[in-house]
Every structure is written in C-alpha cells, then in structure tokens.
C-alpha cells in the first residue's frame, strides 16, 4: 500500500479522500478534517450539552488541528483519549499523580489473532490444584513487577492505564477541555476486556507461554466468595499489601458492603450475594442502558450513570477489598490505584466473565450504535506496540483467543428473591410536591413516586418496555465514597434483608477525582418487582432511600419512574 509522510509520521494514502475535504461547523479548536466519510450532527442531549459537532470515523486516517498539523493520534469517532496531550491525573485529596504511557510515534491497528486454541480462564481459587498454571501466574507478574517503569509492559505502568483512562489523565480527542472518562458510561465493559487482553498477553510473552491465561475471582458463586488464598500469601508476587485485613479468608464477601461489617451469618451472607446477583443480571438488566450504562459519544460531558453490574458489585468490591487505614482506601478502593494490586485484573476478569453470561445465558445483545462500535482505546501490547483498538472487535472472546471455564457453576441464576409484602408500607417522609428541595443524604427519606400506568401490563409490553425507577441530581463531592441503599413498598418499621424484593437496590460511588461536586443519576428497574409485591395496578410506589456512607444532596423532585425501551 502506497503511504505518505505527513509532520514526521507515516500513514497510507488510502486514508485521504479522492474529492476535495468536507466540511461542517467545527469546534473553534478543530479548523479542517481530512477524511474519507464526514457526517456532522449538532445535538443537545438530556442535560442541554452539545453532543458534538463532527464526527470523523478515522481507521487508518488522520486528523487535522487548529495549526493544520495532523494528530498521529487522532480517533476514529464517537469519543477517543488524546495521548498527545496526556496530563496529571487527578487523586481524591486535590494533588495530581503522573499516570501517562511512554510516548511512542508510531500505532499498529489492532488485527484479530489467528484461529487456534483457545486459552481458558479458571478460577482463581482452582488454581491451588493446578501448580503448574500457578507457578506461571506468579512468575508473570514477578517479572511484571520487575520490568523497569518506563517499560509499558510493567506492572506499574499496567497500573497506570488504569489510573489516565479513569482519573482524568486524557482529554478527549478534538475536545482539550473535557476529559475522557471510561467508567459510569457504555465504556466500562469493553475498555476493561481489552484492557485484560493486552495485561494478558503481556504476561504470556514473559513467561514464554502464549496459551497462558489470567484467572477470575468468582465471588459470584460461593466457593468464590472470600479473596482468593493465592493472593494472601506474604511472600507471593501476587500479593499486595494495602488491604483490608479484616476481610482476609475466610472471612465471605460481602456484594452490597456499606462500610462496616454488618454482623450475619455465613448463610445469611452467602444467600443475599445470590439474590443481590440474581437483582442485578437477572431481573434488573433489562435494557441495555441498565446493563452496559449511559451512552457516551465524542464531544459529550460525561453523563452520569452506570450500567447495574458496574454499581453493583463491582463498585462494592473494590470499596470492600480496599485499606481503611488508608486515606482513600487505596490500593482497590479507589481508581488510580486499584491497578496496583494483581486481585484487581482477577477482579474484572470475573466482571468481563459476567459480560459473557449476560449474553451466553441471559438473551443479552450487543449495543447496536456505531458511537459505541467504532469507540476506540490504545493499549500497548506484549511487544511493546502501541495498539490501536476498536470496541466492536471486543465483543466476541473466541475471536480474541479465550473462554471462561464453563464447569464453573452460577448459581444466582436460579436465586430469585422473595417479598415479605407488608401490610405496614412505609409512609412518605417528605412532600412530593415540594420538587425543589434538596435534602441530605444523612437521613432515611421516603418519597411517593406515581407509576406512569395503573394497568397490568402485558408481557410483551414488558420485554418492549421496561419500568425504571430513576433518581435524579444525586449530589456530592468527587474525592468521597458515597452509598445509599433504595428500598420500595418497604415495612415501615424495620427493612428488610438484602435477600428481599423490597430491597430494589444500592448507589455507590467511589472516590476517583478531586474534591468537585459530582451529579449523578441512578436507575433501577423494578418491572419485576412489582409483580412480586403485587403493585401492578397500583398509581404510586413508595421509595426509601437509607444513607451508608459519605455525604450529599438530592433534590426531591429527580424521583419519577418511566417506561424505557429494552434496547
């Protein structure tokens, strides 16, 4: 393929268009783009913000700046990461940490890897049966943690992908003032699949072994539900030091942790996790916005919403896994640096692994939208290249070379919860009719919320349209964690259990940016709640929100429950 040098860089001359350039109303830091398909939209979405302005799909192309000089890292459209202008990222106390990659002037589009066998990720507690695939693991990150730091193979750069892509390192491409964020948005699972691959790949070149394979923590399942015992050994590479020591095996983990261990039994505990995962990938998924979270494009303001699985457990488990002794629970507890202890990669391999089942067993689908396909990421790989990566080829894992081991079993697939269906439901606390008033999230509050329908809807208007409990303008400051557990037609004296209908679910959020005011949205599907509590026909819920940790506002007005397509 012929090529043309352009500002030192080489790229292929297939990437420029025959006809003349076209063009739209840019951005004033955007003065002309070279490529082969331009199409401009000028949108507002929910909150009033210009979505964008232009969208360029780029593959091999370029992008032209306001000097007329082209960005070798220029993206292919809807939202990218600069890694041109990569910066301090933010930590929760108000300083910055130095998180960028080694700069590179050269970027391999990624090519899926050809057929052959396929690497099968076990869970982390059958490794102890399994010396051999032990004894690899932990060489890898022992050569990991050796490799010196400018080296983007290095656990601590490893890490530090973590920490630019989630603490504000990146502005987006085309936009220096607004920052790339791949968390609380449709983001948050494929980032963290190619995030793993490469970590995964990186550690099979090490060891000489290019069929090895990263293993899954499976808290969601009960043989699971403690940190691992090859992560607890002192002497281990896979070893960290900051966490929590009360939460050592065998102590059980606990998927909707509010900061303190309530006091329950084994039983008890392990039952509430089941039903907690079956709230959360079973009844309460129904949508791809409640699954994969808020759509994100290029040129957007991050808006706030995380998909079900992303709150709950994931957010938990890091809050849980975390060190209270120090001052933002780091390392697990806290983004920029979680990365830093080998039981986070295991962590989010069990998430990704969720991803697969959601597909696999539950009927879930792929997002559809090119804003989300042709999403791009850069990851060094295993040779120290600098990959370019598009969402859509994450989406198969076959394809990318793995599975999960599928003798694992999943229990919560059959752990629906029950309702108690008190006859004492819980009376409203505050006025709905005052829709202004901000309350603190210190105090438990119930509101009466109206349904949009009181008629028992059909099944088939159920799987067209699912009923949403949103919670509007939740307010409160970035370098905190904050949680609340929501609670609907609930028994006005005591709640009830985590393993009940009643307990709807849980906001969390963890403490990745510095002391700013945060907004966030909460949705939760209670479609097949109220046919358990039997409220169908019912004109109003209501919902009681308990506060767990942190501090914050919500405006009474933001409750409202609405029917949202499925797809």
Not at 318 to 347: C, I, N, V
Not at 370 to 391: C, G, M, P, S
Not at 412 to 431: C, E, F, G, I
Not at 497 to 504: A, H, I, P, Y
Request: hydrophobic share 35%.
């Amino acid at each position: 393929m012929a090529s043309s040098t352009i500002a030192g860089f080489l790229f292929p001359t297939s990437s420029f268009p025959p006809n003349q350039p076209q063009k739209c109303s840019l951005p004033r830091n955007l003065k002309q783009y070279h490529t082969g398909r331009v199409r401009c939209k000028a949108t507002d979405d929910d909150h009033g913000l210009n979505r964008r302005n232009m969208l360029v799909p780029l593959g091999a192309g370029v992008l032209y700046g306001a000097a007329g000089l082209t960005n070798p890292f220029a993206f292919a459209l809807p939202v990218g990461p600069d890694l041109t202008k990569c910066g301090p990222s933010e930590k929760p106390d108000g300083s910055t940490i130095e998180c960028c990659p080694p700069t590179t002037t050269s970027i391999l589009d990624f090519k899926l890897p050809d057929p052959g066998p396929l690497r099968t990720r076990l869970a982390a507690q059958d490794l102890a049966k399994d010396p051999i695939h032990l004894a690899k693991y932990k060489k890898a990150i022992e050569l990991m943690r050796a490799l010196p730091h400018d080296d983007p193979r290095s656990l601590a750069q490893q890490a530090e992908v973590h920490c630019s892509y989630c603490n504000n390192g990146y502005p987006q491409v085309g936009y220096p003032n607004l920052k790339m964020q791949v968390h609380s948005c449709w983001l948050f699972f494929p980032f963290h699949r190619w995030y793993l691959y490469f970590y995964e790949k990186i550690m099979g070149e090490l060891i000489g072994d290019p069929t090895f394979a990263l293993p899954f923590w499976n808290w969601d399942a009960p043989a699971g539900m403690c940190i691992p015992e090859i992560f607890t050994d002192p002497t281990s590479s896979l070893y960290d030091q900051y966490r929590n020591a009360k939460h050592q095996p065998p102590k059980l983990l606990d998927l909707n942790f509010s900061g303190t261990d309530d006091e329950v039994d084994d039983a008890t505990r392990i039952k509430e996790n089941l039903t907690t995962m079956y709230q959360q990938m079973v009844s309460k998924a129904k949508s791809h916005r409640l699954f994969y979270g808020t759509p994100y494009s290029a040129g957007d303001h991050l808006i706030p919403g995380e998909g079900n699985l992303e709150l709950i457990p994931h957010d938990n488990i890091h809050f849980w896994t975390g060190d209270p002794k120090q001052a933002h629970r780091e390392d697990m507890g806290t983004f920029y640096s979680a990365g830093r202890d080998p039981l986070f990669y295991a962590h989010h391999s069990n998430v990704d692994r969720m991803w697969s089942i959601y597909k696999s067993k539950l009927g879930g689908t792929d997002i559809e939208k090119t804003d989300w396909l042709d999403t791009e990421f850069l990851f060094y790989d295993q040779k120290k290249n600098l990959v370019r990566v598009k969402v859509r080829d994450s989406l198969d894992t076959t394809k990318l070379g793995y599975v999960y081991d599928d003798k694992v079993e999943i229990p919560w697939l059959t752990s629906k919860p029950t309702a108690r269906k008190s006859s004492n439901k819980r009376k409203p606390t505050v006025s709905f009719a005052d829709l202004t008033t901000k309350f603190s999230l210190t105090d438990t509050i119930s509101v009466e919320v109206k349904r949009p329908s009181r008629t028992k809807r059909t099944m088939a208007e159920k799987a067209a349209q699912d009923e949403v409990l949103v919670i509007k303008g939740i307010e409160f400051a970035g370098n905190e964690t904050v949680k609340f557990d929501v609670y609907v037609n609930d028994d006005a004296e005591s709640l009830a259990g985590k393993d009940k209908s009643e307990f709807v679910g849980s906001f969390i959020d963890l403490p990745h940016k510095e002391k700013k005011d945060i907004k966030k949205n909460l949705m939760l599907s209670i479609t097949q709640l109220l046919e358990e509590l039997d409220a169908e026909t019912d004109s109003s819920v209501v919902v009681t929100l308990v506060p767990k940790v942190g501090k914050g506002t919500i405006t009474i007005g933001g409750f409202s429950i609405e029917l949202i397509n499925t797809t």
